[in-house]
């Protein structure tokens, strides 16, 4: 690298977006759409979910038999380039903070991968505060975002039933796919003790929405991405589609380093560094849209200094990097006798779960403030790294065909048992809201770098006694379902007060969020209600960042209507000659 | 070789056999490497990862000995029976060299079991597993393969033959034989239509008025 130098793109944007996932997608989506020239960055290579995908590979199609690596942490077929760790791409956690932290480098982030449980939130979620006096409330409500809400609905597709349900919001519905068999046995099982089991909300196409897309062919495989673009991804459903309007011009390998600004201190595009020819380079646009993820648009604005913003780029509050916080979880599973020895059929569905549990309780009567929801897993899945691992706690605890068997074993008989058992199993999960606390923040570490030079960020986070009370609650719940099942609890079932009741480590459920929030009051929050920053009206932040709270429910719906909102916001804002 | 020394000079008078003399040399460890590297695999992979699955079946980790008793064990593990073929007929351990390869924490729990095996054998029947008889080679199995009801000083063989079993089990369950064995039936494009009605039948369940109204339902007969 004898001759650095920065190299400027000579083109002048509209809009320079950092990160392709559902925020930036949706951003690049609507701009590029409304005849706006757009530059979009993204981190990772380019990735076409029709060309990319491991979709319907048998286990044997992968050397190690579809078991994680570093690489791909949700296993060998799953769609994420990445995951808990990058290489050469550090973070620190201070003290006995235990932040993990997902990062996903790709055309279209993480969506090629996640559950697509796609949720509203409901109007009480927005206003946290004035029920609960925790937290804050949004500086807007229910009735601001439904719009958006009804138009993702339609655009992306999301299957579901309308149930009336006051915090659960009724949508723009597919039809849902039938519950499978284990999921019939959950529901007559939850019902009994007075826990409700409604089908699920995917962004699944059980039905065809366009002729772009194809339609659901049953799978279970939306983790790896869809070949015919059934189920919503950034890359196939927004990004592709952006570049096809001619007015998107999209950098893949790009690894945005600050955020520039000019002597008024606006925003003027960003500099970068292109992974393939490790040079600089800047880009410039009219506005700039983060969209990196909460934390990593949290890491740009804080290392984005200059004299008119000296504690970083849209920080005069000091509150980015603060606020975050990721949903609870905790699981437990067990097997069911009563489905041993099960006569085959290819049950796969949809990729996940065909019913779940929303939240039903009253928290005025519980010991903790805010809810969460259940999923469901179990039944036939494809074999893969892990199969059947420790049939010998297994098989001498049940009669098989009839035979009390000596536990372990080997041989002709041993092939029987995992005939028998394949199938049996059941899991649950619960994914609750976590209060989002001023102390639970990251920051710029002092003393780390990345590979590119850029300071990393330094995590500090700490449950409280409500995240931990949640998880205790839903073990006490997962129990008795599992009970009323007639289920044996194989795993989770052993987390007391030792462990948090099994509460996973802070972002582990990977829906951080919180980092540049959105509020009416300038000193307390980094960006206003349009997700536009109180100190750089040219500057808006579109993915995790804005939220205030995050709900019980999976945020990627409510970031796409967001950036739908926001997007829509900034083509009028420019209209008008405002930015 | 260093390794082969150790084992004749555990061996202390014991006959040492031909599957412990052709352990090294060096023809068959290319042999095997070769096999190993016989299959393609055409996922897509970043270039970090590519880069790391040539690294890993650059090298070969088990010897001839040691892959000569990992395929009798993974044999009697799962051996051929009327549903379908046995472990090495579906090369599980190929499988088991690439793993350990890939997942380092493997190595030792399976070189030091493997070994632990063959002191025990010497001790119980003079020779090391392979070369023992059938009969000598279940006699030790039994002994090791009963986690609840093993002797404490049997609880190391225990240990590594529950890791064993539970490698060859994945190995094999996940293997074009295993998986056709074990019943899965999906992986295929086709239309969810419920549970079938015989199922259904069987453990006393139906689906709802409001479910039949609101699922997406297909043409049985399409």
């Known amino acids: 690298m004898g001759d650095l130098q920065v190299k400027k793109q000579p083109k002048q944007y509209d809009a320079v977006i950092v990160g392709s996932g559902a925020g930036g997608g949706m951003a690049a989506y609507v701009l590029a759409n409304a005849g706006l020239k757009v530059c979009l ?162 962004s699944i196409l059980t039905k065809k929405i366009n002729d772009d897309r194809g339609q659901c062919f049953f799978c279970a495989q939306c983790g790896r991405s869809c070949k015919v673009y059934g189920d919503f991804s950034s890359s196939s459903c927004l990004v592709i589609p952006a570049i096809k309007t001619g007015n998107l011009d999209l950098v893949t390998n790009a690894m945005a380093r600050e955020v520039l600004t000019n002597k008024e201190g606006l925003a003027t595009g960003i500099s970068y560094i292109n992974k393939d020819d490790m040079q600089e380079y800047q880009v410039s646009g009219r506005t700039v849209i983060l969209a990196a993820s909460a934390c990593e648009s949290a890491r740009l604005l804080l290392n984005s200094k200059s004299p008119r913003h000296p504690n970083g780029l849209a920080n005069s509050s ?35 779960m065909h019913v779940y549990t929303p939240w039903w309780l009253d928290n005025k009567k519980l010991d903790f403030p805010r809810g969460y929801h259940i999923e469901y897993g179990g039944g036939f899945g ?54 989002a606390r001023e102390d639970n923040y990251c920051e710029i570490d002092p003393n780390v770098v990345d590979k590119f030079g850029i300071p990393v960020l330094r995590f500090h986070t700490k449950y409280s006694d409500y995240e931990i009370k ?29 462990n948090n009741y099994g509460l996973h480590n802070p972002g582990n459920i990977i829906h951080e969020a919180g980092t540049v929030r959105m509020g009416n009051d300038p000193k307390r929050s980094a960006l206003n209600k349009f997700s536009q920053a109180h100190d750089c009206k040219n500057l808006f932040c579109v993915d995790g960042g804005p939220f205030v709270s995050q709900a019980d429910k999976n945020i990627t719906w409510t970031i796409l209507a967001l950036s739908m909102r926001t997007s829509e916001y900034i083509v009028d804002e420019m209209k008008k000659r405002n930015i | 070789m260093d390794r082969r020394k150790s084992i004749k000079t555990l061996l202390v008078g014991a006959v040492s056999t031909g599957v ?123 002994q090791i393969a009963y986690p609840k009801k093993a002797k404490p000083d049997m609880h190391q063989g225990v240990a590594f033959f529950n890791l064993m079993r539970n490698l060859t089990a994945t190995g094999f369950y996940t293997s074009e034989i295993g998986v056709k064995d074990v019943g899965y039936v999906g992986n295929t494009p086709n239309q969810w239509n419920g549970v079938p009605d015989d199922v259904l039948k069987q453990y006393g369940l139906a689906y709802t008025e409001k479910e039949l109204k609101e699922c997406v339902s297909f043409d049985k007969k399409v």
């Open chain 1, 41 to 202: 960055l993204e981190a990772g290579p380019m990735f076409d979910p029709a060309k990319d995908s491991c979709q319907l590979k048998n286990p044997w199609e992968s050397p190690r038999r579809g078991a994680s690596t570093k690489y791909r942490p949700f296993g060998d077929f799953d769609g994420c380039y990445w995951g808990w760790e990058i290489d050469g791409e550090p973070y620190t956690n201070s003290g006995d903070t235990k932040w993990e932290w997902w990062r996903a480098r790709m055309l279209g982030g993480r969506t090629n991968h996640w559950g697509r449980i796609s949720l509203r939130f409901g109007p009480k979620d927005f206003k946290r505060r004035s029920i609960d006096g925790l937290g804050d409330d949004w500086p807007i409500g229910y009735e601001d975002i439904k719009p958006y809400y009804d138009k993702i609905d339609r655009l992306l597709g999301v299957f579901g039933t309308n149930e009336g349900l006051e915090n659960d919001p009724d949508g723009i519905f597919l039809p849902p796919p039938k519950p499978r068999l284990h999921e019939l046995f959950i529901k007559r099982a939850a019902t009994s003790i007075g826990i409700p089991v409604i089908p699920s909300r995917l």
């Open chain 2, 20 to 142: 412990l003399v052709e352990a090294c040399k060096p023809e068959d460890k290319k042999a095997v490497l070769n096999d190993a590297n016989a299959q393609v695999y055409t996922l897509n992979r970043m270039k970090e990862e590519e880069e790391h699955y040539k690294e890993v079946v650059s090298k070969t980790f088990f010897n001839d000995h040691e892959m000569a008793t990992i395929t009798v064990l993974a044999d009697i593990i799962i051996p051929k029976d009327e549903v379908s073929g046995s472990a090495s007929d579906a090369k599980v351990p190929e499988f088991i060299e690439f793993i350990v390869k890939d997942m380092p924490g493997h190595q030792t729990p399976m070189r030091g079991g493997l070994r632990w095996l063959d002191i025990q054998c010497i001790k119980q029947f003079g020779k090391p597993f392979v070369d023992c008889t059938h009969d000598q080679q279940i006699q030790m199995v039994d």
């Open chain 1, 318 to 352: 000091n509150v980015v990097g603060k606020y975050l916080h990721d949903s609870t979880g905790a699981d437990m599973g067990g097997i069911i006798p009563e489905l041993f020895d099960r006569k085959r059929y290819n049950e796969d569905g949809v990729g996940g």
């Open chain 1, 382 to 435: 494809m074999p893969l790294y892990g199969f059947s691992w420790g049939i010998e706690n297994l098989n001498g605890t049940y009669k098989i065909k009839g035979k009390q068997k000596e536990a372990g074993g080997y041989g002709a008989s041993l092939k029987e048992d995992y005939r028998y058992f394949f199938g049996a199993h059941v899991g649950m999960a619960g994914r609750g809201e976590a209060i």
């Open chain 1, 470 to 498: 949640q998880a205790k609650h839903m073990k006490e719940t997962f129990a008795e379902i599992l009970h009323a099942m007639g289920a044996v609890i194989t795993w989770g079932g052993d987390d007391g007060p030792e």
